[in-house]
């Protein structure tokens, strides 16, 4: 089974209103982490945002937050207020606390913002 | 400023050819990770390496080797068995423990068959 999911292949968004990137994930796990990066044209992964499994809130960095629903095994990135900067492709990754070494990652969703 | 440095931005293999791709951090990470991502698509894991001296595979080490002699730097080898080398290659490092530490990226190498 897939530890990441990431259902949406590409998606468009007008500038300045809001986007959902959906993300769901499989682990047994007690504790984990979920992260989501955005991967502009360049290549460079860059590091959004960070939800752990024991959070009780939603985290939020500036224009992102992490709507996380734990019964629901999913981690959607909320992105207010789309700027044409933000057109990119954005991944979800987790890692687990007993298997530590490594990170999966989904399969990522190309944003595309309109002018 | 601390970080991932990889070099060479693009490089060219011939066939038969093998080639390196350097990784060095400074963020005193104690893990470190590569990934090939062909385009379109998303990242897999090649090897990863948790302290000095070892490392094991990933999801697709065949075709690819690596070194660990320091902590600071984790060289990816593309040999000659691996025979669609052309993709992006991606180094990461983390803090080695924790379920709440992210991968910190470089700025990736371009590999490319002549």
């Known amino acids: 089974a897939q530890k990441i999911t990431q259902t949406q292949p590409g998606m468009f968004v007008q500038e300045k209103e809001a986007v959902t990137l959906d993300c769901t994930y499989d682990?047994?796990?007690?504790?984990?982490?979920l992260f989501w990066y955005k991967q502009p044209s360049s290549g460079e992964m860059i590091f959004l945002i960070y939800?752990?499994?024991?959070?009780?809130q939603n985290a939020t960095e500036g224009r992102y937050s992490l709507n996380f629903q734990k019964a629901r095994k999913s981690a959607n990135l909320v992105i207010s207020a789309s700027q044409l900067g933000d057109s990119a492709m954005y991944f979800c990754?987790?890692?687990?606390?007993?298997?530590?070494?490594?990170?999966?990652f989904g399969s990522g969703t190309k944003l595309n913002v309109k002018p | 400023d601390g970080g991932i440095t990889q070099s060479p931005k693009y490089l060219f293999r011939k066939e038969g050819q093998n080639v390196t791709l350097s990784c060095e951090q400074n963020l005193n990470h104690d893990a470190m990770y590569w990934y090939r991502q062909d385009p379109g698509q998303g990242l897999r894991l090649i090897y990863y390496?948790?302290?000095?001296?070892?490392?094991q595979k990933g999801d697709i080490a065949e075709g690819y080797s690596v070194s660990r002699e320091k902590k600071e730097s984790f060289p990816l080898t593309v040999t000659s068995a691996q025979k669609n080398p052309t993709a992006f290659y991606l180094c990461?490092?983390?803090?080695?423990?924790?379920?709440?530490?992210?991968?910190?990226f470089g700025d990736g190498t371009r590999l490319s068959i002549l």
């Open positions: 939800q752990g499994s024991y959070d009780q």
């Open positions: 990461a490092s983390s803090r080695g423990q924790g379920s709440n530490q992210p991968q910190h």
């Open positions: 682990t047994s796990d007690p504790s984990y982490g």
């Open positions: 990754a987790m890692r687990e606390v007993y298997n530590f070494n490594k990170f999966y």
């Open positions: 390496s948790q302290i000095v001296n070892d490392f």
